[in-house]
């Protein structure tokens, strides 16, 4: 069955430090992929998405992700975690162009002083 | 201009009444979304519109019933609420033309008393 696996549900890291968070999915071919943050009371943003090309995307808010095929990977990174990145990140995944997102469960980011 | 708009932002009613949230995209997009988040941030996809066709998913209640009245507008109805309908309800919409982007709405939070 096709699935979205975010490993950590809650992670703290101390403002400056870097940040990785973790997605896995099991689809049968090389779908779409996506990240969205979520702030407390907020809606979703996009931070970065991968269809096809470099393995390596940039996104918003100094934001990357690496697309690895043999680990059915998509992992979202940050060299130097701010405050203001304390929210929900969800990673989310569309067999084809204009199908439904499938979501994972989200990691909770903290941010410590 | 908002890109995808929702309304009310906010939602309190009795058991048993029936409610609709609206959706509005100015975008241009084939095709439109509802989507759940649940008390544990969980999203799932409740249904998915693409101009004439709408694609059910089989394990929302029969309660909820969307209304296209145009490419632009994706409603959701909901009759005889119950309490486990309470959760925010995201509007979204995508376009493979445009960028493969998927656009979120900033969410109805459904309280039911």
């Known amino acids: 069955a096709q699935s979205v696996t975010q490993p950590d549900i809650h992670i703290t890291v101390s403002e400056g430090a870097s940040l990785e968070l973790r997605c896995n999915y099991s689809y049968g071919a090389t779908p779409y992929l996506f990240w969205y943050v979520q702030s407390p009371g907020q809606g979703l943003q996009l931070l970065l998405k991968y269809f096809s090309g470099d393995t390596l995307v940039q996104g918003i808010k100094g934001f990357e992700a690496e697309f690895k095929r043999s680990q059915s990977s998509f992992n979202l990174r940050k060299p130097s975690v701010h405050w203001s990145d304390a929210a929900e990140y969800f990673c989310?995944?569309?067999?084809?162009?204009?199908?439904?997102?499938?979501f994972g469960k989200g990691t909770s980011l903290l941010v410590t002083p | 201009d908002t890109a995808v708009s929702q309304t009310p932002k906010y939602l309190v009613t009795q058991m048993g009444n029936d409610k609709s949230i609206k959706c509005e995209q100015n975008l241009g997009h084939d095709t439109m979304y509802w989507y759940k988040q649940d008390s544990k941030k969980f999203l799932k996809i409740m249904f998915s519109?693409?101009?004439?066709?709408?694609?059910i998913n089989e394990t929302v209640p029969n309660r909820f019933s969307p209304k296209s009245p145009d490419k632009a507008h994706l409603n959701l109805h909901i009759n005889s609420l119950e309490l486990g309908d309470s959760a925010v309800y995201f509007c979204a919409s995508s376009d493979p033309g445009q960028g493969y982007g998927y656009t979120f709405g900033s969410g109805t939070r459904l309280t039911v008393v």
């Open positions: 989310a995944v569309a067999p084809n162009s204009g199908y439904a997102l499938n």
């Open positions: 519109y693409n101009n004439k066709e709408l694609i």
